[in-house]
């Protein structure tokens, strides 16, 4: 994130409110600028540090008794 900012112009906030949901607050020069830097950069938000921070991952965990049988 911080190298999608630097690439932009603009703050890690900036860049943060950008990919979640508070774009509505950015002007519509800066959210092109990020979403510009975003596509040059190739940049993809890491999905289990957005977990850590909102509580949630989204991740589903399953036990199996035992993975050798057929019917399990």
Do not use: C, H
């Not at 190739?42 to 509580?55: C, D, I, S, V």
Request: glycine fraction near 8%.
């Amino acid at each position: 994130m911080l190298d999608v900012a630097v690439r932009a112009g603009v703050s890690k906030a900036s860049v943060s409110r950008f990919i979640g949901d508070d774009r509505a607050l950015l002007s519509d020069a800066i959210a092109l600028r990020i979403e510009r830097a975003i596509a040059e950069l190739g940049y993809r938000p890491n999905q289990m540090a957005r977990g850590l921070k909102r509580g949630r991952t989204r991740l589903i965990g399953m036990l199996v008794a035992d993975i050798r049988n057929p019917y399990s």
